[in-house]
């Protein structure tokens, strides 16, 4: 008689049997034995392999990729950075993965299979490298495919004759845990505050690029003032030396904190904080940052429509293949791209955790069965949610304020970040705040601020094909639209094909964003009284208006950059105002 299938039975990777002997069945044979899934095993990372093995990473722009590569230099560890994938990867990865990934799963795959393949034909042995690389990147849980990356990377690379090339993971709420089974990764006060600068440094020289280089007066000079830049930064992070309290503490005191190992420690978590967040070697070289930047000379008075970018976190960050090129086609197409940062999807982590524990009070209680006369318990329940809830609270507050203050240092153009809290306020009404997945109600939220506060022209939301959060949040934005009439929506999903459609579509929002632009800017220059020939004189004696980092006002209801200018200039011809100064110099 055959056996009917069932999932559970003879499954990869089984390893015990569930039941200590075979179940009858009815009638009277035995079935088989019930195997249930076990995850491979694998050799972990371990401390005496740091000086033998590469960590390879991938899958943010460069200029956060060279300060990562600084920051595990300065970690001790042996570490390359993958080249930015393209469609050649994007095959790769569809060769060897299942169907219907995520093309983030495919392009990062990709590009780690290509790179391997590149060793080999240096001369490389499959065993040499699999000995001698392990990848780095980041993994989660949850609702959308994001929580099968690791398997899927797995699988590729056994399909491409890989098999047991480690990989590992980085999870925010697992990550002590990973760093138990993974020695060789030390998570330590040093490293993880250098992570933390890396990100902030990271996002300003991304954001500064993009909103410098479409008024650049010399073609080219925005790209050498960054690439200047992140160097600086990069040989920062990498050769700065670490606090150390022994080394730093008044003679005096050196036998009461050597007495005390809590003293100790805590003292040298706390200097190490305050040196890493707050040392004058960290000031000064982001006011070089900025005075190099400074040099660039720009022409506020070109005439750009502001294309808000959001979507899901890979496809709206990257700047490859797996966006088709999407921000150098837009400024190709003489838009200006408001890219999102790392920092502001941190703060939404940090945002979900607080609120998500909120709407969970009462339910993971370490004493729910409490009565009501068990005031010891009640306030033991009270104080420990109240000491995780001030936790979150204070990090969100810091993490904002140390971003808005590494703006400042960096000229003040890039803005603090929006608070979740509002984003929250907005979207709620089209899409609930605690649905997670992906990017949860952020599309939504972003749109409805950026677009009712008359930020920018155009909101393009860029999502994976297929990506489940994404879709959800686009059959949400037809109300949205619906609520909001005046607003220019546009949702692309990128894949490796489909470049020529996606711009197509792109050209045809972005037609009615230039005339909303243009309509704005002519407005603004009719009501100054002034013609643009009298503007750009007026700036070309002026050398303050010919920087990128002019403060001019940001009039309520103007998005373009140029109109603001020129109501600003115009203004300043009438003497109804006064030229401003630059930020950091009097």
């Known amino acids: ?336 791209v408001h890219v999102e940062s790392i920092s502001g999807w941190i703060a939404y982590l940090l945002y979900q955790s607080r609120t998500g524990m909120e709407a969970r009070k009462g339910l993971e209680d370490r004493y729910m069965d409490a009565r009501w006369w068990e005031l010891r318990k009640i306030a033991a329940n009270r104080w420990g949610y109240r000491c995780k809830w001030l936790l979150l609270r204070t990090s969100e507050w810091a993490w904002a304020h140390l971003y808005a203050r590494t703006a400042r240092r960096m000229g003040g153009l890039t803005p603090p970040l929006v608070s979740q809290r509002e984003l929250a306020r907005l979207a709620h009404p089209f899409y609930h705040s605690l649905a997670r997945g992906g990017e949860g109600h952020l599309e939504v939220g972003k749109n409805v601020y950026y677009s009712t506060n008359r930020l920018c022209h155009m909101v393009l939301a860029l999502k994976p094909f297929g990506c489940m959060p994404s879709s959800q949040s686009d059959g949400v934005q037809s109300a949205v639209v619906n609520r909001f009439p005046e607003m220019i929506f546009l949702p692309v999903e990128t894949s490796g094909e489909g470049a020529i459609n996606a711009y197509s579509r792109v050209q045809m929002a972005l037609g009615d964003a230039r005339a909303r632009a243009r309509a704005e800017f002519d407005a603004a220059l009719a009501s100054t009284g002034h013609s643009l020939d009298a503007i750009r004189a007026y700036a070309g004696r002026h050398r303050p208006l010919r920087s990128p980092f002019y403060p001019f006002p940001r009039r309520q209801g103007v998005a373009g950059e140029a109109a603001n200018f020129v109501l600003h200039v115009g203004r300043l011809i009438d003497g109804k105002e006064r030229l401003a100064s630059l930020p950091g110099k009097p």
Request: some cysteine.
């Open 1 to 336: 008689m055959t056996t009917a299938f069932h999932p559970a039975v003879e499954s990869a990777g089984a390893t015990e049997p569930c039941a200590g002997r075979a179940i009858a069945r009815e009638d009277g044979s035995a079935s088989p034995r019930i195997r249930h899934f076990r995850a491979p095993v694998e050799r972990h990372f371990l401390a005496e392999d740091r000086d033998k093995v590469t960590v390879l990473f991938g899958g943010f722009t460069w200029k956060h990729e060279r300060l990562i590569a600084a920051i595990l230099r300065r970690g001790g560890y042996r570490c390359q950075r993958l080249p930015t994938p393209d469609l050649e990867a994007f095959a790769l990865g569809k060769e060897f993965g299942n169907n219907g990934q995520c093309n983030p799963t495919y392009f990062t795959i990709g590009s780690l299979i290509q790179f391997l393949r590149s060793l080999e034909e240096q001369g490389r042995s499959r065993r040499e490298i699999v000995e001698s690389y392990i990848f780095f990147t980041a993994g989660s849980c949850g609702p959308c495919r994001f929580g099968m990356y690791e398997s899927e990377y797995r699988l590729a690379l056994e399909n491409a004759g890989y098999a047991g090339f480690r990989l590992v993971l980085y999870q925010a709420e697992q990550a002590i845990k990973a760093a138990a089974k993974n020695t060789g990764l030390q998570f330590t006060v040093d490293f993880n505050l250098g992570a933390l600068n890396m990100l902030f440094l990271g996002d300003m020289a991304n954001d500064l690029s993009y909103r410098i280089r479409p008024f650049e007066t010399v073609p080219g000079s925005t790209d050498r003032a960054i690439g200047e830049v992140v160097d600086r930064f990069a040989d920062f992070l990498e050769r700065r030396p670490h606090f150390e309290i022994s080394a730093r503490q008044p003679r005096p005191a050196a036998r009461l904190v050597a007495q005390s190992r809590r003293l100790k420690g805590f003292l040298n978590v706390a200097g190490k904080a305050a040196d890493h967040l707050f040392s004058r070697e960290f000031a000064e070289e982001t006011r070089l940052a900025h005075e190099r930047l400074d040099a660039v000379e720009v022409d506020h008075t070109r005439v750009k429509p502001v294309v808000k970018i959001v979507g899901e976190f890979w496809a709206q960050l990257t700047e490859g293949d797996g966006n088709f090129n999407m921000f150098a086609f837009l400024e190709s197409e003489g838009a200006q």
